[in-house]
């Protein structure tokens, strides 16, 4: 598939106005893609949405994390309001734009099929620096405070 894309993607990046596919490639690993098919730019989509689809399963577990692997509990013990909020921000962001490629299953149109191309590739790269900072967090959370017991009586 990559020979594939390399060959045809430059005439659709040009009619369509898509990134280089160097830049897209940085952010979604389209060099992975091993599916041949006749439809160029959904197979990108499809690629860039898998991306999508693996941090809205990633933030689905941060905050419904009775599952959560243990590495995540340091974060999860001492997650703030604001990481709640940025989680959430981002599932929105990430979630629309799933639900919205969902009508693009049901019959191939080039030409949304391109806009979602640009259409994610704007969002990710919005959200990129938020995702990055939330990851750095969970990566390295603030110490858990410990709460002294207090006995009344």
Not at 35 to 55: C, D, P
Request: aromatic letters at 10%.
């Amino acid at each position: 598939m990559l020979k594939q894309l390399i060959a045809e993607y430059p005439a659709l990046q040009a009619t369509y106005t898509l990134p280089s596919l160097s830049d897209l490639n940085k952010d979604f690993e389209l060099d992975k893609i091993e599916y041949e098919s006749e439809f160029v730019l959904r197979t990108i989509r499809k690629g860039m949405l898998e991306k999508l689809i693996n941090a809205l399963n990633f933030f689905d577990m941060l905050l419904n994390p009775p599952q959560a692997p243990r590495m995540y509990l340091p974060f999860l013990q001492t997650m703030s309001v604001q990481d709640k909020q940025v989680i959430e921000q981002l599932y929105g962001a990430f979630g629309q734009i799933s639900l919205d490629c969902l009508s693009l299953e049901l019959r191939y149109v080039e030409e949304q099929e391109a806009k979602m191309i640009l259409r994610i590739a704007q969002c990710w790269n919005e959200q990129k620096s938020t995702f990055l900072e939330l990851m750095e967090r969970i990566a390295h959370p603030a110490p858990v405070q410990k709460r002294e017991k207090s006995y009344a009586g």
